[in-house]
């Protein structure tokens, strides 16, 4: 089981604090790094990895060579995987 260490110190299973940024896609809240208590870095990369999961769709990515520089969450949605995800997370099945 991976767990994240945030910079406040909490511990959070990954897939909880997955299932979190769904929910806050779902509800229509716009996706800071200060609302999820992530420095920049951690949160481009929690971004892509979501995106790269295939659970939202939507987000633009600033790239310089291999360096992510910034991410555009303006306009982000869920995909069908990112919807059975929370399904599955709320039946208990995850």
Do not use: W
Not at 27 to 34: I, R, Y
Not at 60 to 65: A, E, L, N, P, Y
């Amino acid at each position: 089981m991976k767990y994240i260490i945030y910079e406040s110190g909490e511990v959070m299973e990954e897939k909880e604090r997955i299932y979190i940024v769904l929910k806050l896609i779902e509800a229509g809240v716009p996706l800071e790094k200060e609302a999820l208590e992530l420095g920049e870095e951690d949160f481009n990369e929690r971004m892509e990895e979501i995106f790269d999961d295939r659970l939202v769709e939507n987000i633009i990515f600033t790239r310089s060579g291999n360096r992510l520089l910034g991410v555009n969450t303006q306009g982000v949605r869920l995909t069908r995987r990112g919807k059975d995800f929370i399904f599955l997370k709320e039946a208990g099945r995850m």
